[in-house]
């Protein structure tokens, strides 16, 4: 069984892989400050209580924007699993051209979703992020990762403007019968969603312009994923497909093109450098 980890800088989700079929996963919080053996502790509970046994894990891939956590990560595979995870990064068998500059400057995560787009969706696509950022990355149509966009996450931006602005309250977000609120909540609730769609409409018309004048003819498939697109779900599915999933896929893809890259066992297990 193949263990899976996204570890982005708000949330971690974990995923098994038998084969190509996910058997298990979990989300929990991103803790930058976790000790190896916090880590453990996390990750042998959440094995646990989706039924897998960290003795049927055969190997592991990381894919990791917290640059403090993946020491800590090498060390709990290498002393609990006896496992080398592969690690994520632009110097990987990808089975695409990176066109970012610098190339070692492109998120794993945001590899990963290319990877899985290209494979599951075919080419050209636009994946679409939702989480601590909302990034856009594009595959072109020869099927090349040729970048994206970052820009604020919905829930980022929400946090910032409650901290800033003393009379406004939190509110739950959710879609708002109208655009025009009659209510500070209501003003709250409109600007938030309708506006994150508006950014995410906005944006992908300029990106499919974009694709269009160097492959005329060539509609890309759009595709969102991501801690918060679960929020959205029903007004993005109209807009393109929803794939929850499509990070930890891409991360099994990758892992699957590199295996024979791996060493045949892990470096000693003192040594969690």
């Keep these: 069984m193949l263990l899976a980890l996204d570890i982005g800088n708000t949330h971690t989700v974990g995923g098994v892989y038998e084969g190509p079929e996910r058997v298990a996963e ?33 190997a592991a891939v990381l894919a990791s924007v917290v640059p403090a956590l993946d020491p800590v990560v090498r060390c709990t595979c290498r002393t609990r699993l006896g496992l080398e995870p592969l690690v994520v990064t632009h110097e990987a068998d990808l089975g695409l051209t990176v066109g970012v500059r610098p190339p070692e400057a492109a998120g794993a995560d945001r590899l990963a979703n290319a990877v899985a787009a290209r494979n ?10 939702l989480g601590t950022a909302t990034t856009f990355d594009v595959v072109d149509a020869a099927g090349d990762y040729v970048g994206g966009i970052i820009a604020p996450g919905v ?26 609120g009659s209510s500070t909540p209501e003003s709250l609730r409109s600007g938030l969603y309708l506006g994150t769609l508006a950014l995410i409409d906005g944006l992908l018309e300029r990106v499919q312009s974009e694709l269009a004048t160097g492959a005329e003819g060539q509609t890309p498939t759009i ?30 893809l990758i892992y699957e093109r590199n295996a024979d890259r791996l060493p045949a066992a892990p470096p000693a297990a003192g040594d969690c450098r």
């Design 120 to 129: 599951r969706y075919g080419a050209p696509a636009v994946v679409v992020d």
């Design 155 to 180: 829930l980022s931006s929400s946090e910032v403007l409650f901290a800033r602005a003393a009379r406004l309250a939190r509110i739950e977000l959710s879609p708002p019968e109208r655009a025009i």
């Design 26 to 58: 979990w989300r929990t919080v991103t803790d930058a400050a976790a000790t190896a053996d916090d880590f453990w502790l996390r990750l042998h509970g959440f094995l646990t209580e989706t039924g897998v046994a960290p003795e049927q894990l055969t």
């Design 223 to 252: 595709i969102f994923t991501g801690g918060v697109t679960k929020l959205f779900a029903a007004d993005l599915a109209r807009r393109g497909t929803v794939d929850e999933h499509l990070t930890l896929e891409g991360l099994r």
